[in-house]
């Protein structure tokens, strides 16, 4: 089935929408006459853009030929090529790529992944587009053709040189980055405010750490309460840089919050020397603190952070082998997002997962691994010896 036509521009001539009409079999008569009647740039732009989407291959090449720009995005910020990677099919893509159409600009080869045209993504590597392009936070082509359990297309992909450091999608899947320095510089000003509030919250007192670095990270261990039968251990420093990604476009400041058992050995955790069984999740909170500045991604809530591609176990003592974020509720009810004064700071909560229960995620979405998480009845504390509840 053809997408449906696109919505007209406001004062769009009628031979517009004829010809895109025509172009989609839902009116007879000649497309190529109501193209050739139309007189702005923007009208024949769109019927462009129509004829990418709905794979007509001898359409776009007519247009091609009367002066439409081939690699020029339109008014949705699309090339002609990356529609038809998309949504057009093979013959499309392969009419541009013949015509001249850059397969480097946008990502046609992510949206030809995503809609599992194998033909167009072999096209566009034999045409040069970068196996490892991405939008910052949101997967390769290979991490789209993993994620929809494409075979063909990713052992394509991985023929052409595609890495397995991909970067995941919104609120699905954050795996390894290519490495790149932290940008900008550090505001550690409101970090007093910040533990302040923090204590105010959670409660003063217990151990600190400093993790020295580019960017340092300071680690607070709030002792086991009535209220709260577990330490809680937040960053300090991860709010110090702004991150931002598609899936996050405004800027944000973030610190990390994670709840250990009563019982945890806090002071080998906390030590550089301590036994590896306690100290894997504070190594493990510091590395999520810095992921976003050193792969300048960002975290948000329901996002997943396995541990490698496959994941791998965190230490030999644990199955768990990821980490699911989620707004901090547990002290308050209700998303911590602490204001203050002009700067605002999201709280969000580390919790471990199984292999399969991050499947899961991925598969059939948050809702569904919530609601199994939900049913364990599961504590806020880790327990690196809980069976996967999936």
Same mark, same amino acid.
């Given at each position: 089935?053809?997408?449906?036509?696109?919505? =007209?521009?406001?004062? +769009?001539?009628?031979?517009? &929408? *004829?010809?895109?009409?025509?172009?989609?079999? !839902?009116?007879?008569? %000649?497309?190529?006459?109501?193209?050739?009647?139309?007189?702005?740039?923007?009208?024949?732009?769109?019927?462009?853009?129509?004829?990418?989407?709905?794979?007509?291959?001898?359409?776009?090449?007519?247009?091609?030929?009367?002066?439409?720009?081939?690699?020029?995005?339109?008014?949705?910020?699309?090339? =002609?090529?990356?529609? +038809?990677?998309?949504?057009? &099919? *093979?013959?499309?893509?392969?009419?541009?790529? !013949?015509?001249?159409? %850059?397969p480097t600009l946008g990502l046609p080869l992510v949206r030809a992944a995503f809609a599992g045209h194998l033909e167009s993504v072999r096209l566009l590597l034999e045409a040069g587009a970068n196996p490892d392009g991405a939008n910052p936070g949101f997967p390769t082509a290979l991490g789209t053709a993993r994620a929809k359990g494409n075979k063909e297309i990713e052992a394509l992909l991985l023929q052409y040189g595609a890495s397995r450091e991909v970067g995941g999608a919104a609120s699905e899947v954050v795996l390894r980055h290519r490495p790149a320095s932290a940008s900008g510089n550090p505001d550690s000003s409101h970090l007093p405010a910040l533990r302040a509030s923090l204590d105010s919250i959670f409660g003063g007192g217990g151990r600190e750490e400093r993790f020295g670095g580019e960017l340092p990270i300071e680690l607070a261990a709030v002792p086991p309460s009535t209220s709260a039968p577990w330490w809680t251990v937040f960053t300090l420093g991860m709010s110090?840089?702004?991150?931002?990604?598609?899936?996050?476009?405004?800027?944000?400041?973030?610190?990390l919050s994670l709840r250990l058992p009563a019982d945890w050995d806090i002071e080998q955790a906390l030590s550089s020397s301590g036994a590896s069984q306690w100290r894997w999740p504070i190594e493990q909170l510091v590395h999520l603190a810095r992921l976003p500045h050193e792969y300048r991604t960002s975290l948000v809530p329901g996002d997943t952070v396995p541990n490698g591609d496959p994941p791998e176990p965190f230490d030999q003592t644990t199955a768990l082998s990821g980490w699911l974020l989620l707004p901090d509720t547990i002290a308050t009810n209700e998303a911590l997002v602490l204001d203050l004064g002009a700067t605002r700071v999201h709280v969000l909560a580390c919790y471990a997962l199984h292999a399969s229960e991050t499947k899961v995620k991925l598969e059939q979405g948050l809702d569904t691994l919530m609601r199994e998480l939900a049913a364990a009845n599961l504590t806020p504390a880790l327990d690196p010896r809980r069976p996967p509840v999936v």
């Amino acid at each position: 089935m053809k997408a449906s036509p696109p919505a =007209l521009s406001d004062g +769009a001539p009628d031979h517009v &929408g *004829s010809a895109i009409r025509r172009l989609d079999g !839902e009116e007879e008569g %000649d497309w190529l006459e109501s193209f050739d009647a139309i007189d702005d740039d923007d009208g024949r732009r769109e019927v462009a853009e129509a004829a990418a989407r709905f794979g007509e291959a001898a359409a776009l090449r007519a247009m091609l030929a009367r002066g439409i720009e081939i690699d020029e995005p339109g008014g949705i910020g699309s090339t =002609l090529l990356e529609l +038809a990677a998309g949504m057009g &099919g *093979s013959e499309a893509v392969e009419c541009l790529l !013949e015509a001249g159409a %850059d397969p480097t600009l946008g990502l046609p080869l992510v949206r030809a992944a995503f809609a599992g045209h194998l033909e167009s993504v072999r096209l566009l590597l034999e045409a040069g587009a970068n196996p490892d392009g991405a939008n910052p936070g949101f997967p390769t082509a290979l991490g789209t053709a993993r994620a929809k359990g494409n075979k063909e297309i990713e052992a394509l992909l991985l023929q052409y040189g595609a890495s397995r450091e991909v970067g995941g999608a919104a609120s699905e899947v954050v795996l390894r980055h290519r490495p790149a320095s932290a940008s900008g510089n550090p505001d550690s000003s409101h970090l007093p405010a910040l533990r302040a509030s923090l204590d105010s919250i959670f409660g003063g007192g217990g151990r600190e750490e400093r993790f020295g670095g580019e960017l340092p990270i300071e680690l607070a261990a709030v002792p086991p309460s009535t209220s709260a039968p577990w330490w809680t251990v937040f960053t300090l420093g991860m709010s110090a840089l702004e991150t931002t990604s598609r899936h996050a476009p405004e800027p944000r400041l973030t610190e990390l919050s994670l709840r250990l058992p009563a019982d945890w050995d806090i002071e080998q955790a906390l030590s550089s020397s301590g036994a590896s069984q306690w100290r894997w999740p504070i190594e493990q909170l510091v590395h999520l603190a810095r992921l976003p500045h050193e792969y300048r991604t960002s975290l948000v809530p329901g996002d997943t952070v396995p541990n490698g591609d496959p994941p791998e176990p965190f230490d030999q003592t644990t199955a768990l082998s990821g980490w699911l974020l989620l707004p901090d509720t547990i002290a308050t009810n209700e998303a911590l997002v602490l204001d203050l004064g002009a700067t605002r700071v999201h709280v969000l909560a580390c919790y471990a997962l199984h292999a399969s229960e991050t499947k899961v995620k991925l598969e059939q979405g948050l809702d569904t691994l919530m609601r199994e998480l939900a049913a364990a009845n599961l504590t806020p504390a880790l327990d690196p010896r809980r069976p996967p509840v999936v």
